[in-house]
């Protein structure tokens, strides 16, 4: 049996008395508190309300078109072209109309025109039946005297009434230019305006987010040629749901959120569309959006409708981590942070539901400091 030296034996003793580290568990307990807030979980009343998903829409929207079938001439705007009330569109050829006015404009100058002519001739007929009169009055006192024929008598009688007749045959004539001339002045106006349907104006102002017309197209009457919107008048029409229509008012307020501009605003609703679809057993509310510099028909938002309050658990946002898929948080426990997975369900402003894994009372780290790991201990301050 052979035996180490003395010296190599006594070296081995003092490595194994001071070689090694000290245990995990130990380490930590004598590592410093990380100083901490904590608060106590507790339950709270939490608004509940009802979302509905709808779509941005114009709540004046106008689709012009022609009331006439005629060639597009000219298109004076393009998609996206704010226009103001009044301006010039779409110009059609108006060629044919055109001619069909100035044929309306002669016939009323043609009209006119007799007009003199007619008064003239009455002016004529009437001296002439003011001479029949007096010579067949002076006839007459004639024949009474015997000093004339019965045929002289006959023929002053003849020509009375000859004047008489060539005079109310004037007055007849100049008495139907009046409604030939109303008739051809109604003409004009219905030329005229017939001429005017080539000439597409905005009925308002606003901002144009459609155009199919081009320059040689035919237009037909009732095809759209330009899409315009009044701009900085928008409404959300959201699709609710047949059971929710008690939870509805018309005139009540709603929250709208625009995910496309990241905002929450408060809106109010303005009316509620009374039929039901068949196929998708939900209605439509219409909610007015205030004035947003941004905003945009065809956009995607969600509207809350409030329903009272429900008990919930909640927490602070900075007391919840999340990594991927799992949230978690880190409770207090014998002066040590652990952490304890949790399923969150709504979030607020002011807090976010636990649905599991936390109970009232139970202390959790908020807000969470950079570096804090499970088991480690802490000190909670206020």
Known sequence: MRFLPISVFASLIALGGCGGNEPPTRAASSAAAVPVQAVTVSSRQWPEAYEATGTVRARTTAVLSSKVMAYVREVAVQVGDRVPEGQRLVTLDSQDLETNVRRAEATETEVRSAIPEADNAIAAAKATLDLAQTTFKRMEELASKKSISNQEFDEASARLKAAQAAYDM?????????????????????????????????????????????????????????????????????????????????????????????????????????????????????????????????????????????????????????????????????????????????????????????????????????????????????
């Open 170 to 382: 004037t007055r007849a004539r100049r008495s139907q230019l009046e409604p030939k001339l109303a008739q051809v002045e109604q003409e004009i106006r219905a030329a005229r305006i017939m001429r005017d349907y080539t000439r597409i104006s905005a009925p308002f102002a606003g901002v144009v987010t459609a155009k199919s017309a081009e320059p040689g197209t035919l237009a037909a009457p009732g095809a759209p040629l330009v899409t315009l919107e009044r701009e900085g008048a928008y409404r959300l029409e959201a699709s609710v749901d047949e059971s929710r229509l008690p939870s509805v008012k018309a005139g009540q307020t709603v929250d709208v959120a625009l995910e496309a501009l990241d905002r929450r605003l408060a809106a109010r609703v303005s009316e509620i569309v009374p039929s039901v679809d068949a196929a998708s057993r939900a209605y439509i509310v219409k909610i007015d959006l205030p004035a947003l510099p941004d905003l945009r028909s065809g956009m995607f938002g969600r509207a809350l409708f409030p329903l009272g309050t429900r008990k919930v658990v909640a927490i602070p946002a900075g007391a919840m981590i999340e990594r991927g898929q799992l949230q978690s948080v880190f409770v207090v426990e014998d002066g040590a942070a652990h952490t304890r997975l949790i399923t969150t369900g709504k979030r607020a402003p002011d807090g976010i539901e636990v649905l599991s894994g936390l109970g009232e009372g139970e202390k959790v780290v908020s807000p969470v400091p950079p570096g804090l790991a499970d088991g480690a201990r802490v000190e909670v301050r206020q």
